[in-house]
């Protein structure tokens, strides 16, 4: 089944302790992107990547990093997580480099609590 | 600027009727638009696409439809079903952009039996 596998589902952590949450696409796409969603501000897009060792900033990349080493996986990384990082995530991915098939397929959400 | 954004933050609607949710963009150069459904606990599902070169396209039980002078599109969704309340995200792509789709803030849609 061709999915976009994000992991954990539901994170608890304190301000400062690094954490790593993974994301995994099973349909050979290039383009992947982390986004996360706030009440009353939608989703804002955090990295994207447009291939393998290829990655830039979002609309909101400050706290945030993110790696591509391989084409199915993109992991996003909080080294210093703070309160206000407390957020829904979501991983996506797509084939953007193929006209007519640029829609975005996207992972299950993070839940995401930095006390 | 970037922005895309939904007339109304809830829409409520008897079962069996149709029902209309609409999206206003601010970006001539967008050339590509979405529509994402979010039900509670998951991620936004794709429902439905449209290229700017085009005014209406249809699905099952749904149609978009995309007013280009206006910068307007709407998603209209046929005989509600109570599995269809959730949320509604339009989103656009402008041309030559990264790939990256500039989501609305949603309209949550609520179904009465």
């Known amino acids: 089944e061709a999915q976009v596998t994000q992991n954990p589902r539901y994170l608890i952590t304190v301000t400062g302790k690094k954490l790593t949450v993974t994301c995994s696409q099973n349909?050979?796409?290039?383009?992947m992107s982390w986004y996360r969603q706030d009440p009353g501000l939608g989703l804002r897009q955090i990295y994207y990547?447009?291939?393998?060792?290829?990655?830039d900033k979002g609309d909101v990349p400050e706290g945030y990093k993110v790696s591509r080493k391989e084409k199915r996986n993109f992991p996003l990384i909080l080294e210093s997580p703070s309160p206000n990082q407390t957020s829904l995530y979501f991983c996506?991915?797509?084939?953007?480099?193929?006209?007519?098939?640029?829609?975005?397929?996207f992972g299950s959400g993070t839940q995401l609590s930095v006390l | 600027g970037e922005s895309v954004g939904l007339h109304l933050p809830t829409l409520s609607v008897q079962e069996g009727d149709n029902s209309i949710i609409n999206c206003a963009y601010s970006?001539?150069?967008?050339?590509?638009f979405i529509w994402y459904k979010q039900e509670s606990g998951k991620g936004p599902q794709f429902i439905i696409d449209?290229?700017?070169?085009?005014d209406k396209r249809q699905g099952q039980r749904v149609t978009v439809l995309l007013n280009k002078t206006v910068k307007h599109l709407s998603l209209q969704i046929a005989a509600t079903q109570p599995g269809d309340s959730a949320v509604y995200f339009c989103?656009?792509?402008?041309?030559?952009?990264?790939?990256?789709?500039?989501f609305g803030q949603g309209t949550t849609l609520q179904v009465k039996p």
């Open positions: 996506a991915s797509s084939n953007r480099g193929r006209r007519g098939d640029e829609k975005l397929f």
């Open positions: 349909m050979n796409h290039e383009y």
């Open positions: 990547s447009m291939n393998v060792e290829v990655t």
């Open positions: 970006n001539s150069a967008s050339d590509y």
């Open positions: 449209i290229r700017s070169n085009m």
């Open positions: 989103a656009e792509k402008i041309t030559g952009n990264t790939g990256k789709l500039i």
